[in-house]
């Protein structure tokens, strides 16, 4: 799998799990009696990921994936839990689109030798100028 495809990648039924609890913030009373958010847990060991979007979704997700494996997702910004679940779901797919994009590979570089003279030669004026600021005697 080289790329991501949002439309070709497929979420197997047994790796999601979604639960409906009460929200905070806008909604008046409606809040209090009706369970409008969406928690969606996915179990990231079954989705099939190659190993290096694997590891890249653990680091993505941080404290959001639990030890397990287990990806928690809160969705709460709207009043319907049609719009918290698509919402919910679509960020799942923007976490596993930003796994999927592998990092730059880093090349390690060392200074050049007239970048570590003017490094010396910058070090031995500082100690000259500090050499000068000792304690003055009236001799």
Known sequence: MPGFDRDSFVIPADALEERFITASG????????????????????????????????????????TADGVLLILAQNYRTQDAN?????????DLLEKAHQRDARRIPTKPGKAAKARRVDAKKARSSVKQGRGRVSFD
């Open 26 to 65: 806008p909604g008046g009373q409606n809040v209090n009696k009706v369970a409008t958010a969406v928690q969606l847990r996915i179990d990231a060991t079954r989705l099939g990921l190659p190993l290096y979007a694997y590891r890249k979704l653990r680091a993505l997700a941080g404290s959001r994936m």
């Open 85 to 93: 679940r698509q919402d919910a779901r679509a960020r799942l797919m």
